[in-house]
């Protein structure tokens, strides 16, 4: 399913798929599920690039280090909320980040503002996500005018 709905998007290039046992690590490691749709196209492809190479899906090691990152970075904690209850799964190309909710578990689709800490609704569900990055390219496709 997921590769098919790539496949509609000039320029958008899908990664080989993941291997299911570096899933499962990175969900022991998070001590959290990976949604069900992002560990479906991860299954089918370990993340989606959009015609400009921006990884608007993270492979699953990018998942895992760029959440490790954000949760452990002592700096962080005084500069913005906390981040465990998020799981960051790609990015804008400017700073932002976009990400599930998982406390409590969603299959909304956020945005995290790198510069305010704000964390925006941008879409219900990983489809509508994926094709509004795909297509709408660029940095700034979920803003409002």
């Known amino acids: 399913m997921w590769l098919k709905t790539i496949s ?10 993941a291997d299911p046992s570096h899933l499962a690590r990175a969900e022991q490691v998070l001590d959290q599920p990976l949604p ?3 560990r479906d196209l991860l299954l089918e492809c370990n993340g989606v690039s959009d015609e400009y190479g921006t990884e608007v899906v993270w492979g699953i090691t990018r998942i895992l280090e760029a959440n490790l ?9 005084s500069l913005y909320m906390p981040f465990e209850p998020l799981v960051f799964f790609g990015e804008n190309g400017g700073g932002d980040q976009f990400a599930f909710v998982r406390t409590p578990s969603r299959d909304d689709v956020f945005v995290w503002d790198h510069e305010t800490d704000s964390r925006t609704w941008i879409a219900p569900r990983l489809e509508p996500f994926l094709r509004n990055a795909l297509t709408h390219p660029g940095t700034d496709w979920y803003r409002p005018l």
């Open 8 to 17: 509609e998007y000039d320029g958008a290039t899908p990664s080989p798929p």
């Open 36 to 38: 069900t749709a992002l």
């Open 69 to 77: 990152s954000f949760r452990s970075e002592p700096s962080f904690r």
